[in-house]
């Protein structure tokens, strides 16, 4: 029921489909909200192998990006920037922690690895399916 000129009304069957895709569009803006903040606040990571490593590191654009960067000059032989044997990468707050190349490789993969999942819950989510969005901490070796 609905007040149409302040007289009480039956809803048509458009009232009741609209009303049903407001409330789809609210969740499906949720469901995106929900995978840019997991974007936004960073990925935990607890290393089994050097806990030193542990800490929260940011998986935005920006962060994935410098991350393949450095991948990348890996895969290519070129080492770490400024011929580096160990890289000094800052988490979230700042803190800097030294990486071998087989530490960044696993961050890398880690990083690439819970991206995934997230753009993969998104779409699940989006398309009215169930599924649980990552959890943290993510271990590496």
Do not use: C
């Not at 690439?112 to 819950?121: A, L, Q, S």
């Amino acid at each position: 029921m609905k007040f149409v000129n302040g007289v009480l009304m039956p809803e048509t069957e458009d009232d009741l489909a609209q009303r049903e895709a407001d409330g789809a569009t609210a969740i499906a803006d949720s469901v995106r909200a929900r995978a840019t903040a997991l974007l936004a606040v960073g990925m935990q990571i607890a290393s089994r192998s050097r806990p030193e490593l542990n800490g929260t590191y940011a998986i935005d654009a920006e962060a994935r990006a410098n991350i393949a960067g450095i991948i990348s000059a890996l895969a290519a032989g070129l080492g770490f920037p400024l011929d580096a044997t160990e890289l000094a990468y800052s988490d979230v707050q700042g803190v800097p922690h030294s990486f071998t190349p087989d530490d960044f490789k696993k961050l890398a993969k880690a990083v690439g690895d819970y991206v995934f999942r997230i753009n993969m819950t998104l779409q699940i989510k989006l398309a009215g399916g169930e599924a649980d969005w990552p959890g943290l901490p993510v271990q590496i070796a």
